[in-house]
């Protein structure tokens, strides 16, 4: 499976942005697919998490009301909807996907599979 994110870019506070990650290869053996977000000196950290077969979605605490996480399957792609953004929104974010079943509170970025190259996301002040 290869993932390509895309959509980052500069935005200011309060602002809204769109990130996407097209998924290719054999697609049918995604079952989650997430974001993750690393600042510089940070570690990666959780966003969101959907399951690819019935669009269940779990977020991280502090995106909650902020971010909505969904997916076109038909496309193959998964979408993150960024709102009300903040400076300390500002990460490269990574698209992830899953081949098992695994719980979306799982926010532990070593178990998913496969990795997009990341998208940056700077949000001005």
């Known amino acids: 499976v290869q993932l390509q994110a895309s959509g980052g870019g500069l935005v200011q506070a309060g602002g809204s942005l769109r990130l996407s990650c097209a998924a290719a290869g054999r697609t049918f053996s995604i079952y989650v697919m997430g974001w993750f977000r690393q600042a510089p000196g940070k570690e990666t950290e959780f966003v969101a998490a959907?399951?690819?077969?019935?669009?269940?979605?779990y977020y991280a605490d502090s995106m909650k009301g902020r971010f909505t996480i969904s997916r076109d399957n038909a496309k193959n792609t998964v979408y993150l909807q960024m709102g009300k953004l903040k400076p300390e929104d500002t990460a490269v974010y990574y698209c992830?996907?899953?081949?098992?079943?695994?719980?979306?509170?799982?926010?532990?970025?070593?178990?998913?599979?496969?990795w997009g190259q990341g998208t940056q996301v700077t949000v001005s002040s």
């Open positions: 992830a996907a899953a081949r098992s079943s695994l719980p979306l509170n799982t926010v532990v970025p070593g178990v998913y599979n496969y």
């Open positions: 959907i399951n690819w077969k019935n669009g269940s979605t």
